[in-house]
């Protein structure tokens, strides 16, 4: 920990806000492909997403200060202290999450991670099966096939609180939205600046994951996504 100087910290490092907006990106992907139906896209979306979001979890292990777990998920005393603090929305910014968007951030990563495990396993019963499909009991491939379904309408209704909050933080002078884009925040005087880590080994990490992912499943992928796009009309 150092002391800071200038106006605007530096909190957020490019990592976690690479992860963040890819991540609303490929949601937006994810849910427009599966309505049209374009399963091969989809699953290339889903693969990206899950490099992403298995490097991030690895990060929140080795990565910068305010991307650990250990440093943003909260002890019940944490929160309670937190809670009991004046309103909810005008509270002092913190130097990273703050421990009542940190469950929420919690949440929203076991429900990404939940879609995407429930993928693997789920058929359009047309000719889209997951990979782990036909590898499981059918009480499980239909236990995940159903919360594919039910499990993305939590996370939309996850995603609409989480937005609500962040605008709400955004609106009252404590800048998240801002910290997420440009990762700079301004903090009380005297808060110490977090650690932040060159973020080269995330996006390492990433490509890893994603050639690991492609290699397991790219042949069975790639004929799907020329598909779609022959269907697009983009081949
Ligand atoms: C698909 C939609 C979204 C999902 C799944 C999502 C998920 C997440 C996750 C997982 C984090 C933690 C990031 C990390 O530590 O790696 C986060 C943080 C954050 N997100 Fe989102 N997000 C979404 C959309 C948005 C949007 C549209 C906004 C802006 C209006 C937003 C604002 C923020 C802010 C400000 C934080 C930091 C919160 C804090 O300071 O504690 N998010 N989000
Ligand atoms: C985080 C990643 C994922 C997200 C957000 C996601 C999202 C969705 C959504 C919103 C639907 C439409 C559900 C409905 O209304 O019926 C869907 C359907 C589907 N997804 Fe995913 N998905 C993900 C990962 C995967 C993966 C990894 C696979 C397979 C490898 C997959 C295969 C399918 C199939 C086959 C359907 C059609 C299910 C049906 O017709 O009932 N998805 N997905």
New binding site residues.
Partial sequence: MQQIQSALTPVFDLA?RL??WL??LL?GGLWYSAEQEWYGIHQLLAYTLASLLGA?LIWGLIGSET?RFRHFVPSSKQLRHYLGTKRLTAKSPVA???PL??LM?LA??LL?TLQFVSGLMTTDEVMTEGPLYSLVPDWLSSLAGSWHELGFNLLLGL?AL??LA??L?QWRGDK??S??WHGRKELPANTPAPRLLNSFKYILLVLILFCGLLGWQGSAVWPLVVADLQTIGVL
């Fill in positions: 976690v992860f963040h991540q609303v949601l991030r991307a990273g999450h703050n968007s940190a951030i929203l990563l990404v995603i989480h937005v962040a605008v933080h998240v939205v910290a997420m």
